[in-house]
């Protein structure tokens, strides 16, 4: 018993205790904002990987277009509806089912 009133007295442990509970608790790099930018950071990758993938799949389709002409008319004419002049385009939109 003597000794932790001994060591609980001492300056030098005092001073380590203190130091350690600002480190800890309330310095602007404390535990908490730590967890915080990992978890920020975690997150920043995930969207990296996701954009590249991204970039990769789009890098690819541009490559297809610019190579291919048939993928090039049918790239039109799925997504901007385009069509020759001798044709007539309709489209079949399906309805969506109503939760009920």
Not at 76 to 95: I, S, T
């Amino acid at each position: 018993m003597k000794r932790l009133i001994a060591l609980f007295s001492n300056k030098f442990f005092l001073v380590t205790a203190a130091f350690v509970v600002w480190m800890i608790f309330f310095d602007k790099n404390d535990l908490l904002s730590r967890y915080e930018y990992h978890q920020q950071l975690q997150k920043l990758k995930h969207e990296r990987d996701f954009y590249q993938a991204e970039t990769d799949k789009v890098t690819k389709d541009l490559d297809e277009l610019s190579s291919d002409p048939k993928q090039l008319e049918k790239f039109a004419r799925e997504k901007y509806l385009m069509k020759k002049d001798n044709e007539d385009v309709y489209m079949v939109v399906k309805e969506k089912p109503k939760d009920e």
